[in-house]
Structure formats: C-alpha cells, structure tokens
C-alpha cells in the first residue's frame, strides 16, 4: 500500500509539474505571438485552470484587418491539458465591429466556439463550431434579433472546407423592413434561414496562418439553402458557383410547401413577369406532389445569373460581391 502511495503521490507531482512547465511554456508562445501580430492587441492576459485546463483569459482584444475593427471587453480560450488540439471559446456579451462606415454592436446572451485540429506538427483546422444564443446585432441605426446561430465548417479535403449557417427565430430591423416593404407583403419574423456552401483555399487553414500572407479562397460553390416563415418552407439544394464578377451559374432544385402562398406574394410584390404569370402556373401545377396539393418540387438552370425552368425566365440572381 504505501508503494502505492507513494506512486500515487509522484503522478500527482509529475502531473502538476506538467502543468506549471506548460503554464509557462504557453505564456511565452502568447507574448511572442501577440509581439509577431500587430493586427492583435490584447490589454492584458491571464492563464489558469490548474491542473487539468489552460484556461487563457484576454482582456480588451482588439482585432484590425485592413477597414474591419472587432473589439470586446474580453475573450476566453479552453483546453484540456491533455487535448491541446480542442480548443473552447466564450465572448463577452457585448463586442463592437467597424467596417468601412459600418458600425455594428452585437449583445447575446452566450457566444461559444469550438475548434478542433488535426493532432501534429502544422495543427490544420478540422472544423469549427460557432453556437450564439438570444443575439441583437445593431447596425448603424437598424437592431436585428437572432433567437439562436449555429454556424460549422467542416475539412473535407485538404483545402476544401464545407460550410453552415443556421439563424433560427430571426426578426430583421422592423422600421427597415417597412421601408423595404411597405405594403407588408412579406413576413416580419422568419423561423428558419439556412445556407450551406463549400469554400476552397489556395494552401492549407495551420497554424501558419499567422506567418505571411493568409491562403486566399479560390472557389465558393453555394450548395443548399432553405427558408421558412408562416406556411411557407423552401428549400434549395444544387450547386451555383460565381465567376469572377460574382455572377452566379449552375443547377438547383428548389422544394416549395406552401406555394400557393408564395405564389401571391410573389404576384403582389411584381416578382413574377405579368407575360411568364398564366404559363408558369400552369407549368407549376404540373409539379405538384400527389401527397400534398400545396407542395412542388421544381429543377432551375441557371446561366449567368439567368433563372430558368425549360424556357421560361423565372427571374435574375444579383451578382455576390
């Protein structure tokens, strides 16, 4: 028993001698990187957590990029001891972000992320996680509410990364929606609002990052959408990938339930061309599912920004600049 013991008693000193070493390694790696970067600025920083978690607290950090300035009171960044690779993120309920005449202001109730790397020598990002909770984000004089923000990428190759956004229970700027929509023909309060995409790099998302210039993004290929209000959910699925002015090509199929609905809205706000009207409704009513009258399923081509069902000229997608 006291061979036990006493084995028992230099783990626990080993282990907490780990700790202090890895305290003071990370400490150091901080300082230097924070004196390698002048786009970070942080007030001060402080490392707890003993004896299991380094647990970095940095206070006032500021972040500048060119025109874009994100401030917050503070940031906290976890890890496990054991598990460097996983790294946890907690935001300060309120942050400021300026951005070529743009101020905006976020407040939440909880801002989290999570960021997992692939263990080895160049640390390349796996994926990350970002969940808000109960967000208003002010934008010059517009306030927006978000009940809830999922947003994830995921590695899928080496440079290509899928990516998510979800926004659940959004309420956009009401005084703004009225100018945008006088006659209230669309909704104030959306339930769901998806987009999915993929994004590829010219060189791998490491821990180099912080060394030269960033890896530029080479290709966005938008991949899924979906929309939900009221009676109304669309959900869009295909590929549309931009050229170099932004212009949007590729395939999609868009599923509609409620389309009726959508239907009206779309007539009211002079979306749809008075001349396609008759022929696209008589084209949608073939497409019509037999286990619900009220739900579509429909393929669009799109061409230089073009929508089009066969050759019909449903609408124009603006260009992504």
């Known amino acids: ?74 940031v906290q960044v976890f890890a496990l001891s054991y598990r460097l690779n996983h790294l946890l993120a907690v935001f300060a309920h309120d942050q400021q972000i300026t951005a070529r005449g743009i101020d905006a202001t976020i407040h939440s109730e909880d801002l989290r992320a999570s960021l997992v790397m692939e263990a080895g020598l160049d640390l390349p990002l796996d994926r990350l996680t970002l969940v808000g909770q109960a967000l208003d984000l002010g934008v010059n004089a517009t306030h927006h509410q978000i009940d809830t923000l999922r947003a994830a990428s ?20 009401p005084a703004a929606m009225d100018r945008l929509d006088p006659q209230r023909i669309w909704p104030r309060r959306f339930d769901l609002l998806r987009l999915d995409a993929e994004i590829e790099f010219d060189a791998v998302l490491d821990r180099h990052l912080v060394q030269g210039q960033p890896p530029r993004m080479t290709r966005l290929t938008l991949t899924g959408a979906q929309v939900r209000y009221e009676a109304t959910d669309i959900t869009v699925a295909g590929r549309l990938t ?36 008759t022929l696209m409704t008589m084209a949608l009513q073939g497409l ?12 669009f081509a799109v061409v230089d920004g073009d929508v089009r069902m066969g050759p019909i000229l449903v609408g124009t997608l603006p260009p992504l600049r």
């Open 1 to 74: 028993m006291r061979i036990l013991a006493g084995l028992a008693i230099l783990a626990t000193a080993l282990w907490c001698g780990y700790w202090f070493v890895g305290r003071t390694a990370l400490d150091r790696a901080i300082v230097a990187g924070l004196a390698a970067t002048p786009e970070v600025a942080v007030a001060g920083h402080s490392i707890a957590g003993f004896p299991n978690r380094f647990d970095v607290t940095f206070d006032e950090p500021r972040l500048t990029d060119g025109a874009l300035t994100w401030r917050a009171p503070f």
């Open 154 to 173: 995921r590695r899928s190759d080496a440079a290509l990364h899928e990516v998510a956004i979800v926004l659940e229970g959004t309420l956009p700027d």
């Open 242 to 277: 931009p050229d170099a002015e932004g212009v949007l090509s590729g395939d999609l199929t868009v599923t509609v339930t409620g389309f009726h609905n959508l239907m009206r809205r779309a007539r009211e706000a002079g979306l749809m061309p008075p001349e396609h009207e």
């Open 288 to 299: 019509v599912s037999p286990d619900d009258p009220d739900r579509i399923e429909a393929a």
